[in-house]
């Protein structure tokens, strides 16, 4: 069996998150698995880095399956490309040692919060963006970021159903900028909880709103309690850039895709 690594990017729009499930909806990993199965000629499994949820998006998700099927890289990446979604695309392939693990490898990874900022909603990235009609200061926003840098306990930050052992994670990154009347929010983490970057979006988006204090942040964070942080914001908005692995598996560092919002 060899173990092959594959780059993938989507558009999480119309599919119900990236984990497939037991009724018959729409993927991405289904979508993947039957495309990767078409090319493999027999039932391939994939483990990705990280799940995303419906509506959510992806530049640079990392997914590895193993397979005794003898295919170049190009035909790993031509052959499934050809038999998935077109909202799907494999970027790149490669053989992995048998060591490597598309969830447990990564070391960091990256996420993109899109907001459109104006007053009327958007139209052709409706689906691709979150749109917020408040006057949203993105100064305040980058000043109540910088309370949650570092390694925190995020309890407050992750989904009330989400399963992880530990709340504890390290953010290295939070910035947030402003580009016309889009507002984004860049984040890198050795790893993410559920929803964890939405509610992050949603208490930030409060306090740039005035809503809130600039501290705010803080204190949701200090109560460890979700029900003391605001509201979760939207799916679409959301991006998972890409992931880092140690230098060993030579894994590549591919750039996104310029985002068309």
């Keep these: 069996m060899t173990r092959i690594a594959m780059g993938v990017e989507y558009d999480g729009s119309h599919f119900c998150g990236w984990q497939a499930q037991k009724q018959d909806l729409p993927t991405v990993q289904g979508a993947l698995e039957a495309g990767l199965s ?20 992806a530049c640079g998700q990392v997914v590895h399956f193993e397979t005794s099927a003898e295919r170049s890289e190009r035909s790993w990446v031509c052959g499934t490309n050809a038999n998935i979604d077109k909202t799907i695309s494999v970027r ?3 053989p992995v040692a048998e060591d490597f693990h598309a969830r447990f490898g990564a070391v960091r990874r990256r996420y993109r919060y899109v907001i459109v900022n104006r007053e009327v909603r958007p139209t052709f990235a409706a689906r691709r963006v979150a749109w917020d009609h408040r006057d949203l200061d993105e100064q305040r926003m980058q000043q109540a970021a910088r309370h949650l840098l570092g390694e925190h306990d995020f309890n407050a930050y ?3 159903a989400c399963q ?23 984040l890198e983490a050795n790893a ?15 306090i740039g709103a005035g809503e809130q204090a600039v501290d705010w942040s803080r204190d949701v964070l200090e109560t460890r309690d979700r029900t003391q942080g605001g509201v979760t914001a939207p799916p679409y908005g959301l991006y998972f850039m890409n992931v880092e692995y140690p230098p060993e598996f030579g894994i590549p560092q591919v750039p996104p895709t310029r985002l068309v919002w």
């Design 158 to 160: 992750r989904a009330v």
């Design 164 to 186: 992880a052992h530990s709340s504890v994670r390290t953010l290295y990154q939070l910035d947030v900028q402003r580009q016309e009347d889009l507002i984004i929010i860049d």
């Design 92 to 94: 790149w392939a490669r």
């Design 38 to 57: 078409h090319v493999a000629n027999a039932e391939i499994k994939v483990i990705c880095a990280g799940r995303t949820d419906a509506g959510v998006h």
């Design 192 to 206: 993410f909880l559920q929803h964890m970057v939405r509610n992050i979006a949603g208490v930030l988006m409060a």
